[in-house]
């Protein structure tokens, strides 16, 4: 039997609405996935970010994430982005 996991999520409450995000290390990038504390099932948000991240980054994917439809309430399909050159942009496949 495998030993029970711990919650590595991190807490974050921006603009009186609370998140929950975790890094996680890929062979080139690292990948930040981010989703609404409170939602079941609802959109995440996956960013790929550089090999250094800094809490900015993390706020800033969420700023960017909701001005650009990013809506973590409804089940649909993740939103993709990634940080390059000091800003996001939304990656589309």
């Known amino acids: ?8 999520k991190k807490s974050l409450i921006h ?4 998140y929950q995000w975790i890094i996680h ?8 996935q981010l989703e609404l504390s ?4 609802g959109q995440l948000l ?3 970010l550089p090999r250094i991240v800094n809490h900015e980054m ?3 994917a969420i700023e960017y994430g ?3 439809g990013w809506t973590p309430e409804k089940e649909v399909a993740p939103f993709r982005c990634k940080y390059q050159r000091k ?6 496949a």
């Not at 039997?1 to 590595?8: A, D, H, V």
């Not at 603009?15 to 609370?18: A, L, S």
């Not at 290390?25 to 930040?32: D, I, Q, Y």
């Open 15 to 18: 603009r009186d609405t609370h």
């Open 25 to 32: 290390n890929r062979v080139v990038f690292n990948e930040l």
């Open 66 to 68: 909701r001005s650009n």
């Open 38 to 41: 409170a939602s079941v099932n």
């Open 87 to 92: 800003v996001f942009e939304r990656i589309t």
């Open 1 to 8: 039997m495998p030993r029970p996991q711990r919650n590595n």
């Open 58 to 60: 993390v706020i800033g």
């Open 46 to 48: 996956l960013a790929e």
